[in-house]
């Protein structure tokens, strides 16, 4: 059969963009369908110029396809309502297939809403081509695990698929037919910690699964951690470097560190191999601060790692309890103090709102944040995502009274909505402002000394870093509106994320917070004011 996989845009624009994290998800399912006797082809529609309906009919209009196919995460729902009903308007009617945790969070109601005619829900790899097999062959659809579809107006949900035991059996993705050349050749410089000016990242996915229960987290892979074998992810390395001349890796794993051993043998084939380039690999990649310490730390930098991102979310002990959050507040400390003295660049973010979120636990995160972070760590409110144990309580509380409409309409990084036991709906719109004014005022930021314009939208800027005091050049760097604009920058010297503003942005910034402390301050300065006149 034929088949068409659809890259859905990731952003809400009709212009080529390419400002995203490269979807190894489809990336799999594109691989394994092409080593099939199936054909697919694809296409990535965030690097054409048009809408989703003008480039997804005109791709069925030039080629019969059997069979379409998409997924994504519950935040893109309507990136993926728009592919599923073009397909099923085109004169061609081809077969609708959906996958990813917009529909493994929430499957009966996805795929009602939705209405593909058939989901793989979990891990897809194995069940796409059971169901395409099936649908070729005419084969009892109820045989094939991991699907759902239709029955006489029912919907069936078959058997769960088994999660893949021996991830080194999956072939590494075929990324060629998706636009990953494309792709690296319009990379920016950006925030990520470059150490390049022109960055060639490459995304790679070590492990699948995470035991821990975070209530925030949907494991749209299940809970059983598997993780592949040193040799078969350097193999992988060595094939990108090879084809595509890679210069750094985001390795996605949430539980990168869990198993130190691992670690320490992964750095020590990374430095065999950056032994023989020309550009050593940079790599970043996620870590828990219930388990590191300065020898773990020092070897990865040494390897090439140039930013740990730990997900740090309270740094009250209540709040973590109540996330079951595996770690403790010394731990946070601790891990923040060891990072910045080995020199490695530092990510991670306090999230707020969680249902034990108090007036005080907020104070205690906020104040730690303020003294110790120096603008490094994020602050965000909490996000009920779709088959997260939060997500749950929300809608049993009703603090989400429409599921469907929360996820088509609402669900976004950042909704706030009071999800707490105790605070009001006034508290909440006061940490709110409190975390807004925090960004603005604590945030480590310069104006550039210089800037020069390379070609169209893009600069060369030197700036004084304000916190290593240190001069930095960067140059690849897009700026849309050159009269106001803030771009997020790590300083190549300390590692340390700087916000770089013009001028007319700083004024913006330095307004709001004047009005913010009059705002906060507005009794004492009437009093003050009242005395003095009399």
Not at 20 to 47: D, Q, R
Not at 152 to 173: G, S
Not at 246 to 262: A, T
Request: with cysteine.
């Amino acid at each position: 059969m034929n088949l068409l996989i659809v890259i859905p845009k990731y952003n809400l624009t009709n212009k080529p963009n390419y400002n995203y994290a490269f979807p190894l998800g489809l990336a799999y399912i594109f691989t394994i369908v092409s080593n099939s006797k199936h054909n697919i082809e694809c296409i990535n529609l965030n690097h054409l110029n048009g809408t989703t309906e003008e480039l997804l009919t005109n791709a069925l209009n030039k080629k019969n396809y059997d069979i379409v196919c998409t997924g994504y995460m519950a935040i893109g729902y309507t990136a993926i309502e728009k592919i599923v009903k073009t397909a099923k308007k085109h004169i061609s009617n081809p077969i609708t297939i959906v996958g990813g945790s917009i529909i493994t969070s929430e499957p009966k109601l996805m795929f009602n809403s939705l209405n593909p005619d058939f989901a793989i829900v979990g891990e897809g790899e194995i069940t796409i081509i059971d169901l395409l097999d099936s649908v070729e062959s005419n084969s009892n659809l109820n045989n094939v695990n991991g699907i759902m579809f239709r029955e006489k107006n029912q919907i069936i949900i078959t058997k769960p698929r088994e999660i893949i035991q021996d991830l080194d059996t999956i072939p590494f993705p075929k990324l060629d037919e998706l636009g990953f050349q494309e792709f690296l050749e319009n990379q920016e410089n950006d925030a990520n910690f470059n150490l390049t000016d022109n960055p060639k990242p490459y995304t790679i996915l070590c492990s699948r699964g995470c035991p821990y229960q975070c209530t925030f987290c949907y494991h749209s892979l299940g809970y059983k951690y598997r993780r592949r074998s040193i040799k078969n992810i350097l193999e992988e390395i060595r094939q990108a470097v090879k084809k595509y001349n890679i210069n750094s890796l985001e390795i996605l794993d949430d539980l990168f560190s869990i198993d130190k051993q691992r670690v320490y043998d992964f750095c020590d084939e990374i430095n065999k191999l950056n032994r023989g380039l020309t550009e050593p690999l940079s790599w970043s990649s996620q870590f828990s601060v219930n388990n590191i310490d300065k020898k773990l730390l020092e070897a990865v930098k040494e390897a090439g790692c140039n930013v740990i991102s730990f997900g740090f979310e309270s740094y009250s002990q209540k709040v973590l309890n109540s996330m079951k959050k595996p770690i403790t507040p010394e731990q946070i400390d601790r891990a923040i103090k060891l990072t910045r003295e080995v020199g490695l660049g530092l990510q991670g973010a306090f999230i707020f709102g969680d249902p034990a979120e108090t007036k005080e636990t907020a104070k205690e995160t906020l104040d730690y944040w303020k003294k110790n972070a120096e603008g490094q760590i994020r602050l965000f409110f909490i996000q009920p995502y779709p088959g997260s144990e939060l997500f749950n309580r929300c809608v049993e509380k009703r603090i989400i009274k429409d599921k469907l409409d929360f996820i088509k309409n609402k669900i976004s990084h950042t909704t706030w909505i009071n999800m707490t036991d105790k605070m009001t709906d006034k508290e909440i719109l006061e940490l709110k402002k409190e975390i807004l004014e925090a960004r603005r005022k604590y945030y480590p930021y310069t104006i550039p000394s210089k800037i020069k314009k390379t070609s169209k939208n893009k600069y060369e800027i030197e700036i004084t870093c304000p916190l290593c005091k240190e001069k930095i050049n960067y140059k690849n760097c897009t700026i849309k509106n050159r009269f106001y604009f803030n771009k997020l920058f790590a300083c190549k010297n300390c590692f340390k994320r700087v916000l770089i503003v013009n001028r007319p942005y700083k004024f913006t910034m330095d307004y709001y917070n004047q009005l913010e402390f009059l705002r906060r301050n507005y009794l004492s300065i009437r009093d003050s004011f009242l005395k003095r006149k009399i």
